[in-house]
């Protein structure tokens, strides 16, 4: 009789997908049994070497660069990385990152989706539609004091490298905001079934043009980018604020786009800065729980970054992983090890201590 462990394995077999990869200039089919599914990395280019090495990663150097990062290219001979985003912004080894992930997914050994500091950094470069009729030049997203702040590390560590950075942006607009690959599914930050299928249905695609209708809030590109790289939100009750641990003032909280019949406010929350008390027991209204997005127990697994998460790494659920270990904040680089299983384990979360970074006097 087959079992279930069996039908998986099956399963698994028949998921293998053959790839061309580029290592020092030749080219060779792989096929691939897995994927290594890393978190947000933020400029923590040593935890992403000293993780991609624990995974079984090796480097290479393409062509007769030498051993510098700008040209070393991470593979595995029989996995996939896929990168949930946010390469950029914060840590201290921004472009160092951005050439190792660059690398790898130009060499087809690594994917990538959009994180919301990509598309923050594609919308703070990127002209607005009608910007030739004002004197100075209109931005997507404006160049007020937080903006620049958000982007400052990043731009200050490409000063002397602009054109690399130039670079750096042209790929970013190449980058997904969704993947769909063998049995897993891949966001930044949260799966919204239907706002995807209508990306789809109307054949969008991420460009100059996409970012540029994201200036108007209430354009399907303002909300799709938003809903999928920065996920969901409920306002907190009668003005109230969340006095956030990075010093910001917040109006809204971040919730799950998989619970599944919430009551209260603490059942949904979903982030590192906790509701008041008398808030986190308050019943959700009918238009709040409306407003919830609820992944189905039965699709299949969703990997996703971005809610800066502590402690000791797991899964939310049996195909809901979150990978963000705020590695950036001293935290931890995580990945998960899929081989096309049905139902995750937290077993199989891999990671590395991200004190590395802190460590050589940066
Ligand atoms: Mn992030």
Same mark, same amino acid.
Request: hydrophobic residues 40%; glycine residues 6%; negative net charge.
């Given at each position: 009789?087959?079992?279930?462990?069996?039908?998986?394995?099956?399963?698994?077999?028949?998921?293998?997908?053959?790839?061309?990869?580029?290592?020092?200039?030749?080219?060779?089919?792989?096929?691939?049994?897995?994927?290594?599914?890393?978190?947000?990395?933020?400029?923590?280019?040593? @935890? /992403?070497? !000293?993780? *991609?090495?624990?995974? +079984?990663? %090796?480097?290479?150097?393409?062509?007769?660069?030498?051993?510098?990062? #700008?040209?070393?290219?991470?593979?595995?001979?029989?996995?996939?990385?896929?990168?949930?985003?946010?390469?950029?912004?914060?840590?201290?080894?921004?472009?160092?990152?951005?050439?190792?992930?660059?690398?790898?997914?130009?060499?087809?050994?690594?994917?990538?989706?959009?994180?919301?500091?990509?598309?923050?950094?594609?919308?703070?470069?990127?002209?607005?539609?009608?910007?030739?009729?004002?004197?100075?030049?209109?931005?997507?997203?404006?160049?007020?004091?937080?903006?620049?702040?958000?982007?400052?590390?990043?731009?200050?560590?490409?000063?002397?490298?602009?054109?690399?950075?130039?670079?750096?942006?042209?790929?970013?607009? @190449? /980058?997904? !905001?969704? *993947?769909?690959?063998? +049995?897993? %599914?891949?966001?930044?930050?949260?799966?919204?079934?239907?706002?995807? #299928?209508?990306?789809?249905?109307?054949?969008?695609?991420?460009?100059?043009?996409?970012?540029?209708?994201?200036?108007?809030?209430?354009?399907?590109?303002?909300?799709?980018?938003?809903?999928?790289?920065?996920?969901?939100?409920?306002?907190?009750?009668?003005?109230?604020?969340?006095?956030?641990?990075?010093?910001?003032?917040?109006?809204?909280?971040?919730?799950?786009?998989?619970?599944?019949?919430?009551?209260?406010?603490?059942?949904?929350?979903?982030?590192?800065?906790?509701?008041?008390?008398?808030?986190?027991?308050?019943?959700?209204?009918?238009?709040?729980?409306?407003?919830?997005?609820?992944?189905?127990?039965?699709?299949?697994?969703?990997?996703?970054?971005?809610?800066?998460?502590?402690?000791?790494?797991?899964?939310?659920?049996?195909?809901?992983?979150?990978?963000?270990?705020?590695?950036?904040?001293?935290?931890?680089?995580?990945?998960?090890?899929?081989?096309?299983?049905?139902?995750?384990?937290?077993?199989?979360?891999?990671?590395?201590?991200?004190?590395?970074?802190?460590?050589?006097?940066?």
């Amino acid at each position: 009789m087959l079992t279930l462990e069996a039908a998986v394995e099956i399963i698994v077999v028949e998921t293998k997908v053959a790839a061309v990869i580029e290592v020092g200039g030749i080219s060779s089919v792989v096929q691939y049994s897995g994927f290594d599914i890393i978190g947000d990395i933020h400029g923590c280019a040593l @935890s /992403l070497e !000293a993780l *991609l090495k624990r995974l +079984g990663y %090796r480097s290479d150097s393409r062509g007769a660069g030498g051993k510098a990062f #700008e040209d070393k290219v991470y593979y595995h001979p029989s996995r996939q990385a896929v990168f949930t985003g946010d390469i950029i912004d914060r840590g201290a080894r921004i472009r160092e990152a951005l050439h190792l992930v660059k690398n790898m997914v130009d060499t087809g050994s690594a994917h990538c989706v959009m994180g919301n500091h990509e598309y923050n950094a594609l919308a703070y470069t990127t002209e607005t539609l009608d910007s030739a009729q004002y004197e100075l030049p209109q931005y997507v997203r404006e160049h007020n004091l937080q903006y620049q702040q958000q982007i400052s590390s990043t731009l200050r560590q490409f000063e002397g490298h602009e054109q690399q950075w130039l670079l750096f942006l042209k790929w970013m607009y @190449s /980058l997904p !905001a969704f *993947l769909e690959l063998d +049995g897993f %599914r891949v966001v930044h930050a949260c799966w919204d079934e239907a706002l995807i #299928e209508r990306f789809k249905t109307d054949k969008r695609v991420i460009d100059r043009q996409w970012i540029q209708e994201t200036a108007d809030q209430n354009s399907f590109a303002a909300h799709f980018m938003n809903r999928l790289t920065r996920g969901t939100g409920i306002q907190l009750p009668d003005g109230r604020h969340i006095d956030s641990s990075d010093g910001r003032k917040r109006r809204f909280f971040r919730t799950k786009f998989w619970s599944s019949n919430p009551q209260i406010l603490q059942d949904v929350v979903y982030q590192p800065d906790p509701l008041p008390e008398d808030l986190a027991v308050t019943s959700l209204s009918q238009k709040q729980k409306q407003s919830l997005l609820h992944y189905d127990e039965t699709a299949v697994p969703v990997f996703f970054g971005h809610y800066w998460l502590s402690g000791q790494p797991s899964v939310q659920s049996t195909n809901v992983a979150c990978l963000d270990y705020s590695a950036v904040k001293n935290g931890r680089l995580a990945a998960y090890r899929f081989d096309g299983e049905c139902k995750l384990d937290a077993n199989k979360i891999v990671w590395v201590d991200a004190s590395i970074e802190y460590g050589s006097g940066l």
